[in-house]
């Protein structure tokens, strides 16, 4: 099973990019970064002093992300998957039973983390989704606002910090690897990434 990486700033089409792709290539196998948030008392006690937390990789549970994208690989039947509730700030978990056909074509590893969880990256599709800050920043305003509980002030403060941090980071995972780079809602580069993926299949 090939596996695509998608990453990019907050807001810049990620989960859009992610569920397109996913749809067109018959539902494959989705794992979304940001589903693996700590909820344990040290991050919640950490959170009240470090208000950008949840753009850092010590917030998440690598281990656990490494483990489900291992049970894919190893074509378990019921993999352990998990979804982040960000007004509760839990870390809910589940087994999902999956069916192993030709269906599921890839397997999309989709978050602002998704480059940095020490996988072999010369054998994923890698794909960095670019947008310009401002659209990024009216996205990310509406999707806080609606499913995460937050407030304006909280939002910009999050989100400026959260496009620094990514930005710190990504240069390395750029320079050592092949990377698509895709504005997700340009039809012409949207165009050709599919051509590509076709061809990978």
């Keep these: 099973m090939k596996t695509i990486v998608i990453t990019g700033p907050s807001g810049s089409g990620k989960s859009f990019l992610t569920n397109t792709l996913s749809k067109l290539f018959n539902n494959s196998i989705v794992i979304r970064t940001d589903s693996y948030y700590k909820d344990n008392l040290f991050i919640r006690f950490i959170s009240i002093f470090l208000y950008d937390i949840y753009d850092r990789p010590f917030s998440i549970k690598k281990n656990e992300i490494k483990k489900t994208i291992k049970s894919i690989y190893n074509k378990d039947s019921i993999i352990s998957f998990y979804k982040y509730d960000f007004k509760r700030k839990n870390s809910l978990h589940s087994k999902i039973s999956i069916n192993y056909n030709e269906s599921n074509q890839f397997l999309i590893l989709e978050g602002i983390f998704a480059h940095r969880l020490d996988l072999n990256y010369q054998e994923t599709i890698n794909i960095v989704c670019e947008e310009q800050k401002e ?57 050709k990434l599919f051509l590509k993926l076709q061809k990978k299949k």
Excluded at 166 to 178: A, C, G, R, V
């Design 135 to 191: 659209l990024c920043l009216k996205r990310r305003l509406k999707r806080d606002l609606q499913e995460r509980g937050r407030d304006r002030r909280e939002v910009y403060k999050k989100f400026n910090k959260s496009w620094d941090l990514f930005n710190e980071n990504i240069q390395s995972y750029l320079n050592n690897y092949k990377v698509i780079s895709i504005n997700p809602l340009y039809m012409i580069s949207y165009n």
